[in-house]
């Protein structure tokens, strides 16, 4: 199917690239200036990528080689990978966290070492066969991102004029540690990157990269945080545009905790193996790959019930145990 292009303010575009696995598009941002443009997210680098954006691009009157600068929310391939090959055709600055660029170096250098993230899962009791299957897909995307370098890093609160437009870098970390998203204060439009999507809600997972990192936590803290921002439309990377920001958070809020709560009933008094608890909320019969992300999503809360104080771990022949600390009618 090919990419659609469609203006959402003037001199401003939704880039929609298809994608070839879990979702069925990306949403890229286009943002004219004079004779250049800004890219935010790129997509994945595909073999039909540069034919994408070379039609996409025409459409709105400009080439890749008209790309200046480039924003990245985070170091998904789906919002980075075509990055480094738009820059080596048109010497783009690319502009992101220092945390997700070293996210983005850190997988290039890890490339096809299973034994790298493989450790991390294990002491959590992971087998060996879904951690094969995960990480076969996570080579997969890497192999899908162009390697880039930069020295551009965005901090909280950084100010972008593009256009006669004024875009503001928002910190909210949860779906990755250095997730940024932008918002258009003139306008009230919000490129959420990942950071809140409208029907479904982003993954959590483990960083092994920062073991103290709270992707849950974080996640709902950025929540609370782009709450209170006079926004019109939310304009996320996958799915639709919509308009209630607050009614979504929530929604998502009230989504994690009775996840949360339901992962702490199947935590029981005995020491378990995350991968056990997995199993009791997610079944056994899941994929490989969606079996680790059934994984991830059981660790990032257990993580945040032992912060909690309502379990505590052990270790046991270096391989890391929850259990229950709270009797159960006591917890709510």
């Known amino acids: 199917m090919k990419e659609t292009v469609q203006e959402i303010a003037p001199g401003l575009y939704r880039i929609s690239i298809p994608l070839a ?145 004024t875009f503001c870098a928002l910190f909210t970390p949860g779906h990755t540690r250095g997730h940024l998203s932008f918002y258009l204060p003139e306008e009230q439009i919000f490129l959420s990157g990942d950071c809140i999507l409208p029907h479904i809600t982003p993954n959590l997972s483990p960083d092994p990269a920062c073991p103290t990192f709270l992707p849950l936590e974080n996640f709902i803290g950025s929540l609370e945080r782009i709450r209170a921002l006079p926004v019109k439309t939310v304009y996320p990377a996958h799915g639709e545009p919509f308009e209630d920001l607050p009614g979504r958070v929530k929604e998502i809020i009230e989504h994690h905790i009775q996840r949360k709560d339901l992962t702490w009933r199947s935590v029981s008094n005995t020491p378990q193996l995350t991968s056990e608890i997995s199993k009791r909320i997610f079944g056994d019969s899941l994929s490989g790959f969606d079996q680790g992300l059934a994984f991830n999503e059981t660790y990032v809360h257990l993580l945040q019930l032992e912060k909690e104080g309502k379990i505590g771990r052990s270790q046991i022949n270096g391989r890391i145990f929850f259990y229950q600390k709270e009797p159960r009618g006591a917890h709510h």
């Open 21 to 165: 696995f879990g979702l069925d598009f990306v949403h890229t941002y286009a943002a004219l200036e004079q004779d250049r443009v800004a890219l935010f997210d790129t997509g994945p680098s595909l073999p039909s990528s540069f034919s994408m954006y070379k039609s996409a691009l025409a459409r709105i009157g400009r080439s890749i080689e008209d790309v200046d600068r480039i924003f990245i929310t985070h170091s998904h391939v789906d919002h980075c990978g075509f990055a480094g090959r738009i820059k080596e055709i048109s010497e783009a600055r690319i502009f992101l966290s220092e945390v997700e660029f070293e996210a983005i170096t850190r997988a290039h250098r890890d490339h096809r070492k299973i034994e790298s993230i493989g450790n991390f899962w294990r002491q959590y009791g992971l087998d060996e066969k879904t951690i094969v299957a995960f990480s076969t897909v996570l080579d997969a995307f890497t192999s899908a991102t162009a390697p880039f370098l930069t020295n551009h890093f965005l901090n909280d609160g950084a100010l972008i004029k593009i256009g006669g437009r």
